[in-house]
């Protein structure tokens, strides 16, 4: 594994924008689904990790329950390829079939829009407004072994705060989960 420096976009700031082929074969554009969004969350995630694989129903969830009010989640694998042979596109279309996501799942196989978001492990969240502004970036919430828990959470409560227009108590958690691999 490789640690590299990332640029870490505060809370506050520009989202780096992004043109990432998603598994369904088209490009995705940031700048277009804020066109089309009042909020989307971005998550680092990656086909291997275990943290990810507890989060995917609950996503999908998020996803379900946020839709509607003008909210769209968009998976983001910025794992090296070639360090896990698993975080492959065809794996990741594999996956995506396989646990049924109801999101787009994009391929960063450079790594810059992980890095310059400040993704260090997945899954990690970033929740931006329809001005491009990240207003949100951590742990989906606080419980990641217990899915009914009652404990914090920090992603659904920050999204339904900025759809409401209110201020988000909680911008930012330390993220929980599987350090990124990086390429060499």
Not at 10 to 24: C, K, M, Q, R, T
Not at 67 to 80: A, C, K, Q, R, V
Not at 143 to 164: F, T, W
Request: contains cysteine.
């Amino acid at each position: 594994m490789n640690i590299l420096e990332t640029i870490n976009t505060p809370i506050g700031n520009y989202a780096p924008d992004f043109e990432l082929p998603g598994i369904d074969n088209q490009v995705h554009h940031l700048s277009r689904y804020l066109e089309k969004f009042r909020a989307v969350g971005v998550i680092a995630m990656c086909n291997h990790c275990p943290y990810s694989r507890l989060y995917l129903d609950r996503l999908k969830k998020i996803q379900a329950q946020f839709s509607e009010d003008g909210f769209t989640l968009i998976g983001m694998n910025g794992s090296s390829s070639t360090q896990h042979l698993s975080e492959s596109f065809d794996e990741m279309k594999s996956f995506a079939e396989r646990h049924q996501l109801n999101f787009p799942y994009v391929w960063d196989s450079t790594q810059d829009v992980t890095r310059s978001l400040g993704a260090s492990k997945t899954p990690m969240a970033f929740l931006v407004d329809n001005h491009g502004i990240v207003r949100y970036k951590g742990q989906i919430d606080n419980h990641p072994q217990e899915p009914v828990s009652l404990g914090e959470d920090y992603l659904r409560n920050a999204i339904a705060c900025l759809l409401k227009g209110q201020a988000i108590n909680q911008s930012e958690t330390e993220p929980i989960g599987t350090t990124l691999i990086w390429r060499n």
